[in-house]
Nanobody, 130 residues
């Protein structure tokens, strides 16, 4: 059974930084793309970032490009999301996820759809105040 556990969320002032972590178990994560999505109250879950199995290729939502960085440590089955220059509109629950298929490409549009992923963490709250 696949399990994903996020950590690192919290309350931060606008302009500040947070680093989210997601530890996985139950799958050979080094073979799968990993992603971060977020969901604000009353809104649909939206794509934030994805990273391919090796960590070489990434994909970002336009709203976070240049501010957020996704990375991974395959030896520890962990994916990270470094969030800098945070804005109030970044406030949401952030979810970690893993791709359905191994060696999924992330430089394609489909990587931004929740349908490409089949396991989700419980989420971690990020609140940015101004």
């Amino acid at each position: 059974q696949v399990r994903l556990v996020e950590s690192g969320g919290g309350l931060v002032q606008a302009g500040g930084s947070l680093r989210l972590s997601c530890a996985g178990s139950g799958r050979t994560f080094s073979m799968y793309a990993m992603g971060w999505f977020r969901q604000a109250p009353g809104k649909e879950r939206e794509f934030v970032a994805a990273i391919n199995w090796s960590g070489v290729n990434t994909n970002y939502a336009d709203s976070v490009k240049g501010r957020f960085t996704i990375s991974r440590d395959n030896a520890k089955n962990t994916v990270f999301l470094q969030m800098n220059s945070l804005k109030p509109e970044d406030t949401a629950v952030y979810y970690c996820t893993v791709s359905r298929k191994p060696y999924t490409l992330v430089q394609v549009t489909s990587t931004r759809s929740t349908r490409e992923y089949d396991a989700w963490g419980q989420g971690t709250q990020v609140t940015v105040w101004s």
